[in-house]
């Protein structure tokens, strides 16, 4: 009776399905979360299954991030650039035999890392999706919480609890990817693993929404989008789901009967593909620039002479002054080229001739 009693205190799970005792290391990654890293930390500790270590990779963080993490555990780790290098280090000190990974602005349910434990133990699952709720204040915030609900275990989601020696043998997170590393670590987990889904939440804190600020963050992480084509084809099926027109503005919402939650909310519908056409139409803007900007790249890297140089940059001048955009000379060596407000220095160095 006294074994019992002591498995359930210790694991949350019934003494008779209980096989072995897995532990859990939840990863979260920060940059200056002074204001969400308590409530995130405080969810883990709640937890009703309590073998969890909870392991907090800053990003040099200018805040008190790190001073507040260090109220929960001893295990704050500082390390950058990106959310990649942070997880794949995170998972590298982890002692789990699962791992979690959360961003400072999440809170767990506290029954979340129970049924994920429950789900792979018993269900022979390798890694999980968690669905999302997305919290904070204004209408848009719903608007985003309503979108979100249509993305759970499809494409464009990512497993977010996996166990630790598969996360090993697909080799974490590629770090030369900033925006989609999450769509190419689930894809890589996939080949290897059997995913699921739990019915339980978590939460993701967006606070007072900001319509500048959240079009700036989709614009910053669509940037790295070249890259992952460039890794998986552009032909490739599910890449092409993951960006094209079709599937992101109608097929996600519309596929294995979720069409039938769509018409019964028309105004969180509306206000939805609004949102969305509004990322769409940045991400558009933010091809057309690099594409400015890499013609612009060629043409100066193919001109040797200083008499075809001064040519062309006259050329250029002409060309971007009709669209808002200018560029000027700076001595006979360095360039100023603003592509849509844009800056970008153009150094020439002989054979080495680039954007800096």
Known sequence: MQKTKSVLEETGLP???VKKHPAVSVIITTKNEEKNIKNCLRSIENQTFKSTEIIVVDNFSEDKTAEIAKKYTSKVYFKGNE?????NYGAQVANGEYLLYLDADM???PTVIKECVEKCEFDKVDALYVPERI???GFWIKVRDFERSFYTGTVVDAVRFIRKDLFERVEGFDESLIGPEDWDFDRRIRKYGRTGIINTALYHNEGLFNMERYLKKKNYYSNGIKNYVRKWGPNDPETTRQIGVWYRLMGVFVEKGKWKKLVRHPIYMIAMYCLRLRV???YLQSMKSQKIEQNASGVFQSTHSKSDRLTNISKFSEHFSKRGNS???MGNCTKTLIFNGNIRI???KGQGRGFL
């Open 15 to 17: 003494y008779t399905q």
């Open 83 to 87: 959310r990649s290098s942070q997880r």
């Open 107 to 109: 809170f767990l349910s």
């Open 135 to 137: 919290v904070g204040d």
């Open 280 to 282: 769409a139409a940045g």
């Open 327 to 329: 560029i000027t000379r």
């Open 346 to 348: 153009w150094a020439n």
